[in-house]
């Protein structure tokens, strides 16, 4: 999934004093996961802004909705019928969210209430790590599952680099070095030989370093 | 027992302090309480196991949420004591309403009265 932060509600309450009708917008998906956008988070954040204006003796209206999701058209036409009862929405869902209903509500100020992090999992409750990059060409096959790109702080291909010690690496204690750990997958899936194979170069051009991405599917395509 | 404690004190019930959550606190603040105190069973002896340390952790969280947008986060606070301890909650609930007379009403039910007026 996709990890976000709850942004500070000192930074929102900046880029939202100077609204009157504000919509607290949530999304269902990652970010209710994360427990940084949904429905909860919607309720406290907006609450909390309530009570902010309240206190400063200004009558501000402070609306909750939570989408299924940010990212699809036909959720977001939801709010279509609503959003201009509001000068400005207050999106709890993760950049692309942001993003997708700023395109689509083109005249109204869209303001992002996280901070989107990274693509991963959920290690326990309230602990969350990166898994992926999304570079757009998965190697996870010949890596034991374990995905240098996004896990070794260098990106290497072909082993470790001399920082690893004790399995861990150079730039945290607490981080495991990913080399460290695909080789010890590869030993106990009885595939070190794999280990053995040099990795050609790679093709960063599926990456961002081939500049924003796009998928077209001609087959699901309408 | 028949013990005597603050009048002006509203019990909520819940099944365990574990259920209660950051938006009960802040909608109390919200719907006008002066001050909100969660009475949870003593550390380490959640029925629930855990009930009550999240409980903790969510009133800490509800404090610091307060003193952001401009609300004294005394009027929250955590309790811990056994249910055979009825003096005690009678103690708790008396210290905690001295400790919010002293702080004055809430903040933004003083301000919506005022602009009501």
């Known amino acids: 999934m996709i990890v976000a932060e709850r942004k500070p509600i000192e930074e929102i309450i900046e ?21 940084a956008g ?40 939801e709010i279509r019928n609503i959003i201009d009862n509001y000068d400005a929405v207050i999106s709890l869902a993760c950049g692309v969210g942001v993003q997708f ?45 374990i995905c240098p790109v996004s896990r070794c702080a260098k990106r290497l291909f072909n082993g470790p680099c001399g920082g690893s010690s004790q399995g861990k690496c150079e730039i945290s204690d607490e981080l495991p070095c990913a080399w460290q750990l695909i080789v ?25 370093a081939g500049g924003p991405r796009k998928v077209v599917r001609e087959d699901v395509r309408q | 027992m028949r013990l005597r404690y603050p009048g002006s004190i509203r019990i909520v019930r819940v099944p365990c302090t574990g259920k209660v959550d950051i938006i009960h606190i802040l909608r109390a603040f919200e719907k006008g309480a002066d ?10 002896d959640c029925r629930f196991n855990r009930g009550n340390l999240r409980a903790r952790k969510r009133v800490e969280e509800a404090r610091r949420i307060l ?19 009825g003096p005690k909650f009678a103690q708790y609930a008396v210290e905690m309403t001295e400790k919010i007379q002293g702080l004055g009403p809430n903040p933004i039910r003083a301000k919506a009265r005022r602009k009501a007026a």
């Not at chain 1, 607290?24 to 970010?31: I, K, L, Q, Y």
């Not at chain 1, 309530?50 to 036909?74: A, S």
Request: glycine share 12%.
């Open chain 1, 38 to 77: 949904g429905k909860k988070e919607v309720g406290v954040l907006a609450s909390a802004l309530r009570m902010y204006f309240m206190n400063q003796g200004r009558e501000v209206k402070v609306d909750e909705v939570t989408l299924e999701r940010q990212c699809d058209h036909e959720y977001l036409e």
């Open chain 2, 67 to 85: 003193e952001i947008i401009g609300i004294e986060g005394d009027r929250v606070r955590m309790f811990n004591l056994s249910s055979g301890e």
């Open chain 1, 101 to 145: 209903m700023a395109e689509k509500y083109f005249h109204k100020p869209i303001l992002p209430g996280v901070n989107t992090v990274f693509m991963g999992a959920t290690e326990e409750r309230g602990v969350w790590s990166e898994r992926c990059q999304g570079c757009g060409k998965c190697i996870l096959a010949k890596t034991g599952g």
């Open chain 1, 184 to 208: 010890d997958r590869l030993k106990e899936l009885g595939r070190l030989d794999e280990y053995e194979e040099i990795m050609p170069i790679k093709d960063w051009s599926t990456d961002r």
């Open chain 1, 15 to 35: 880029e939202a004093k100077g609204f009157d009708r504000i919509l607290v917008a949530g999304c269902n998906e990652c970010v209710t996961v994360c427990e």
């Open chain 2, 35 to 44: 001050g909100v105190y969660v009475v949870g069973c003593m550390e380490g």
